[in-house]
């Protein structure tokens, strides 16, 4: 069965906001290899397309000018990897991208019982979701040295407490702390 992490940046207090947490070439570099260690992705419709606009490669082949190493390795990656997209508003996809419909729940264990190393998960409103299903075998969150006071929240809103066990930690030189946890045994049985 493979496992599903779900992995984000997030601020010291709590925000999840894509440009409150903006990544520094070294955990741009962490999340490449997170993402290639992933057998494919899962993202609601929101996430998807932004990943889409911003990581895309374009049809002429060439990255814009604006990137730099670390957004070119992170992007080649996410370009390249197999993407699955809850949504209840897009007709079709394309890069790489395959509907999910139906119950969530059932179409995610699904994926989890399909051979493979690893599902990953990214956004803010799916995981919520996938939490309150207890779906989620690992979460990893990347706390960026930065208070943002505003933004969406890290899984606010949870139905319920989901008590967690530390299970790896990486700090960065910029300061950011890679944190990484499993739900306690308590907690492990899906709802």
Known sequence: MRPLRYA?????????????????????????????????????????????????RPADGRWPEWMGESDIAFAEVIDGARKYVVSSTLDELDWNAELL?????????????????????????????????????????????VLAGHGPRLLDGLAQRIDLELVDRHVFRSGAVSLRYRPAPENSVAR
Request: aromatic share 6%; net charge negative.
């Open 8 to 56: 984000i940046n997030v601020t010291l207090d709590g925000c999840c906001d894509h440009r409150a947490g903006v990544p520094d070439a070294e955990s741009h570099a962490h999340w490449a290899t997170t993402l290639a260690r992933a057998d494919a992705l899962l993202f609601g419709r929101v996430t998807y397309q932004m990943m889409e606009e911003a990581w895309r």
């Open 101 to 145: 419909r139906g119950d969530l729940g059932e179409a995610v264990r699904r994926l989890k019982d399909q051979p493979g190393p690893e599902l990953l998960v990214g956004g803010v409103t799916l995981p919520l979701a996938l939490a309150d299903l207890g779906l989620i075998d690992e979460y990893e969150f990347i706390v960026q040295p």
